[in-house]
């Protein structure tokens, strides 16, 4: 057997297409026998005319064809890890990986995750080898990522990936395929690209290149999510170099860049919501790898020969140790990043460009009257009841802003504000943060969404009547409030199990019945009110993630 026959023939046979058919069956019906089930599949196939005709859906049922396809779980990943076998002499097996091998996509137009569980599995680079040392190179649309990505490679001999670029790559080659069509769509207005999608790309990319001493990566990771999938998947970054830069100066390069070369990505709307993404990502990430001691913050606004300068001394003492040591800018100003201080540029300056653009901050009768417009949504649950989770789905379902209160306050204590300060001190203290201060952080968040989305679901709040009542004076009434009904039980298994794989030792049996017995003391006044105003919907969380969500989708459906 040559070194190619096992990659030929999986790709010939369509197994893994007819390995994705039959554990999405499984994953959803949950056989007795599954042996006789996958009997009975198999038979279907034959039927069928062979495994080139199985889709993701094939097993599900007619009656089920608008369920998303069953990807996500650990037992498919599981499944695909022992597909070559040890025995199997494939040429790659020593690096524990596989090179790019794009004959093995599962193309689906409802499945935007590719390969992602198959290419998971391996390893990127040779783990019997030092890997080549990583930069990557993160900062706001405009900040100058692409040029200083460019001279460090060449600095340095490294290897240059411009993330962005591979998208767009993909994007143009593939024009007419409905995934990367709406992938397309999705960066045009200015939102990130599927995680999935983007990594496996970065994998892929990688994997050409194994052999390279460093690799300079431009433009990711986006968000902390984004930043653990890379360290999971692919290795721990040697260097991050964070190019600051205000607004008002990302602005200007933007609107520049636009009229020269006219990138689809650099339409006014989509310049808008990247910049505030970027503005509610930014200080997060950067705290994430601050706290690893990998990141290195630079001031983006000056000249650039500058910047380099500044950037070529911090590599030569953080890779290169052996060089005179040189010092360089390590800490982050955080007034690059956040609209604070006396005379600093909001992103409302650049929306005020244009009308269909809300600006920054509202007064509390112009915040209420553009509510009416848009659609308000609770999500409430207990710990571990999956709200989070089913935000993010519904949020990405129906074009809403995801808000999470607690994610609100986290980001605020990285402030330099007064308010920031005042919360700082409070927790220090051991007294809970006041109403007044959490719906002033909410208003903020909602503003500066305002005209840029469906509505806004959020997740976690209200916790008691009188945060309700609050909310709804000085902002509105929720249009849907749903409620995660979950056992104490199971949500207590749920949070204990999920701690110990944290390592959290100090989370308890004990200490989560307590947490239980507040939130529903809280949580009862509450449903009763939203019960007699015909607002509330309870869905049962203790069902898969899957039912759950259709369940979600259901009372939904009704606003939109």
Same mark, same amino acid.
Request: proline share 6%.
């Given at each position: ?28 019906? $949950? ?14 196939? $034959? ?16 009656? =089920? ?31 524990? $990986? ?86 397309? =769509? ?186 009416? =417009? ?12 999956? =709200? ?105 298994? $749920? ?66």
């Amino acid at each position: 057997m040559n070194s190619t026959d096992p990659k030929e023939y999986l790709t010939r046979r369509e197994i893994p297409q007819l390995f994705e058919g039959l554990l999405n069956g499984l994953m959803y019906y $949950r056989p007795e026998d599954p042996v006789d089930y996958l009997e009975s599949c198999l038979q279907k196939v $034959r039927e069928l005319g062979g495994s080139e005709k199985v889709k993701w859906d094939t097993f599900v049922g007619p009656d =089920k064809r608008n369920l998303p396809p069953l990807n996500g779980g650990q037992a498919r990943r599981s499944f695909f890890r022992n597909v070559l076998p040890e025995s199997c002499n494939f040429p790659y097996r020593r690096y524990d $990986r596989l090179p790019p091998i794009h004959q093995f996509s599962i193309e689906s137009d409802t499945d935007l995750s590719e390969t992602a569980e198959l290419i998971e599995e391996y390893e990127v680079f040779d783990p019997s080898r030092p890997h080549p040392k990583i930069i990557l190179v993160i900062g706001g649309p405009g900040s100058g990522k692409g040029t200083q990505s460019l001279k460090i490679a060449e600095r340095y001999g490294f290897e240059y990936i411009s993330v962005g670029e591979l998208l767009r790559k993909k994007i143009h080659n593939t024009s007419s395929n409905r995934k990367w069509s709406l992938i397309a =769509k999705i960066i045009t207005t200015g939102e990130l690209a599927p995680q999935e999608t983007t990594i496996t790309e970065i994998k892929q990319k990688l994997m050409q290149i194994p052999d390279s001493e460093g690799i300079v990566i431009d433009g990711f990771p986006r968000d902390v999510a984004q930043a653990l999938s890379f360290e999971d998947q692919i290795c721990t970054p040697d260097l991050v170099v964070f190019l600051a830069c205000d607004n008002h100066k990302l602005k200007e390069r933007l609107l520049k860049r636009a009229e020269q070369q006219g990138r689809p990505d650099d339409n006014l709307k989509a310049i808008q919501r990247r910049l505030m993404n970027f503005k509610q990502n930014a200080v997060p990430l950067v705290s994430y790898f601050q706290e690893k001691g990998l990141i290195i913050t630079f001031d983006a606004d000056r000249d650039e020969e500058e910047v380099f300068d500044d950037i070529s001394a911090a590599v030569d003492n953080k890779l290169f140790p052996a060089k005179e040591p040189v010092a360089g800018p390590s800490e982050l100003d955080l007034s690059l990043i956040l609209d604070a201080g006396e005379g600093a540029e909001s992103t409302s300056d650049f929306e005020d460009q244009s009308e269909d653009i809300a600006p920054h901050s509202f007064g509390d009768d112009y915040l209420r009257e553009e509510l009416k =417009k848009t659609k308000v949504i609770f999500v409430l649950g207990g710990p571990a009841s999956g =709200k989070g989770s089913q935000c993010e789905k519904l949020a990405h379902k129906y074009n809403l802003t995801y808000v999470y209160v607690a994610d609100l306050l986290q980001n605020e204590l990285t402030a330099t504000s007064e308010r920031s300060k005042l919360i700082k001190d409070l927790m220090q203290h051991g007294n809970p943060v006041p109403m007044d201060i959490i719906l002033e952080i909410l208003k903020d968040s909602i503003s500066s969404s305002l005209g840029s989305t469906k509505g806004f679901l959020l997740d976690g709040f209200p916790c008691e009547l009188r945060q309700a009542e609050e909310f709804e004076c000085q902002l509105c009434t929720p249009h849907l409030v749903l409620y995660l009904d979950c056992p104490a039980e199971i949500m207590t298994t $749920r949070v204990v199990r999920r701690s110990k794989v944290s390592h959290r030792n100090e989370v308890t049996t004990e200490n989560v019945k307590r947490r239980l017995q507040i939130f529903y003391q809280g949580m009862e006044p509450l449903l009763t009110y939203y019960e007699t105003k015909a607002l509330l919907c309870k869905v049962s969380a203790e069902r898969s993630p899957d039912q759950v969500f259709l369940q979600l989708c259901t009372s939904m459906d009704s606003l939109f």
